[in-house]
């Protein structure tokens, strides 16, 4: 109950400013508008494998400056510190946050699953699109981490500057703008090892025949321990200048 109360407060947060709720939404709009419609609405595969690509964008980005900057500018505001001496702990404001996260996730998925079902040809079964939704839940893990890791260790201005630095090279490197194997020679080999690289296999895979190697879904897990040893370590860090 604590941790729905913790989410309902951060999103009315987040949607008493309309713009930041259309921009969470806006680019994985735009680029399947920009990037797929155009070159792939014709083929089914192509299109189905260009979607994939778009919601892993989508959740990246979601992720990222939901909680990168997100976190930071909370921990900015005289009311964070307050609610850490609560009695309740973190554990309701960890998983309120997540709860508001994955909500604002869904808001910038919508737009991406609307536009391939009317403007392309892509298409999967009831099934593959079932799964579909739980593969995007887990290749969201180490996106929410990466952004708590930002979030509780930088400072606000730092960690926005760091958020956009970080956004277009994770999207270009992991190969989220060309299709299975379509990407430059140096994309396709270092984007296997990239988180998004890694998520978006994830996904090729669940939604078409495309499969990934053990590789990459181990630098994925890899990646995943990472961000959340530097997210708690952060945390914890934090913690300690506020309060030792």
Do not use: C
């Not at 270009?172 to 060309?178: C, E, K, R, T």
């Amino acid at each position: 109950m604590l941790a729905l109360t913790h989410a309902r407060f951060q999103l009315l947060e987040v949607f008493r400013i309309p713009i930041a709720v259309i921009g969470s939404a806006f680019w994985p709009a735009a680029s399947m508008l920009a990037f797929v419609v155009p070159f792939t609405r014709h083929d089914p595969v192509a299109a189905t494998y260009a979607t994939a690509s778009m919601i892993t964008f989508a959740v990246m980005s979601t992720n990222l400056f939901q909680y990168g900057i997100g976190v930071s500018e909370d921990r900015a505001q005289p009311w964070d510190p307050y609610v850490r001496t609560l009695p309740a702990g973190a554990a309701p404001r960890f998983t309120g946050r997540l709860l508001s996260g994955l909500v604002m996730m869904a808001i910038a998925l919508a737009p991406v699953v609307l536009i391939a079902a009317l403007f392309t040809e892509a298409s999967i079964a009831p099934l593959t699109f079932l799964l579909a939704i739980l593969v995007t839940a887990v290749i969201s893990v180490p996106f929410i981490l990466m952004g708590l890791a930002i979030g509780y260790w930088l400072p606000q201005k730092a960690a926005i500057v760091v958020a956009q630095v970080l956004f277009l090279p994770l999207a270009f490197g992991g190969g989220l703008m060309a299709p299975p194997g379509g990407a430059p020679k140096f994309v396709e080999v270092i984007a296997p090892y990239l988180p998004t690289g890694g998520a978006v296999r994830l996904m090729w895979a669940t939604v078409g025949e495309y499969r990934p190697d053990l590789g990459s879904a181990l630098s994925l897990v890899g990646w995943t321990v990472l961000f959340g040893l530097i997210a708690l370590w952060a945390y914890r860090r934090d913690e300690g200048r506020r309060f030792g």
